[in-house]
């Protein structure tokens, strides 16, 4: 006969070594679980998880405004651009480039208005591998604080065709 149901008291109780392992991993999803919304709260490099609906067309228009109203330079092409402390700052990735620097200033918060052109693609900051989706649709704003002075390189981490490896951009930090 192929298949037979199961003896009756096919179900053994874990127990021993069995019993520990599990009871050694239920714990430690626990602690995951509460170091989720722990991190959320007490973490320094988390998103604040605000963000509104917007056409990829109108967030292009605010970027252009955005540049056109604080351009302070120009770097290999790429508008440099130094938004008021404490104020907005646009950026707008798209197949595959990041647009546009972003010049801010150390110890001043910043609300970082970031989405996507075209399709998703992936924000990460680096060196310091903060990482977030960018997605078309979405204003995604990051409420910034920069600690640290120097160049930032962002990268995208998010495979979004042909030219994905040359989507890079930059944050310029100044003291
Ligand atoms: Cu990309």
Same mark, same amino acid.
């Given at each position: 006969m192929s298949i037979q149901s199961p003896p009756v008291d096919w179900f053994k !109780?874990? +127990?021993?070594?069995? +019993? @520990? $392992?599990?009871?050694l991993a239920f714990a430690w999803c626990m602690v995951m679980t509460i170091a989720m919304?722990? $991190?959320?709260?007490?973490g320094k490099q988390n998103a604040t998880g605000e963000s509104y609906? @917007?056409?990829p067309t109108e967030?292009? !228009?605010r970027t252009q405004q955005f540049i056109e109203n604080h351009k302070v330079g120009e770097r290999d092409g790429v508008a440099v651009v130094e938004p008021p402390p404490g104020g907005d700052a646009y950026l707008l990735g798209q197949m595959w480039r990041w647009t546009p620097i972003?010049?801010?200033?150390q110890g001043q918060t910043y609300r970082v208005h970031i989405s996507s052109f075209d399709l998703q693609h992936g924000f990460s900051l680096q060196?310091?591998?903060?990482?977030?989706? @960018?997605?078309p649709g979405y204003d995604h704003v990051l409420t910034l604080t920069p600690t640290s002075s120097g160049e930032f390189s962002i990268i995208c981490n998010e495979f979004c065709g042909i030219g994905h490896h040359m989507m890079t951009g930059l944050v310029l930090v100044s003291e």
């Open positions: !109780a874990p +127990r021993g070594a069995e +019993r @520990v $392992w599990i009871g919304p722990y $991190w959320h709260f007490y609906r @917007v056409t967030f292009m !228009a972003l010049k801010l200033k060196p310091l591998n903060m990482n977030f989706q @960018v997605l």
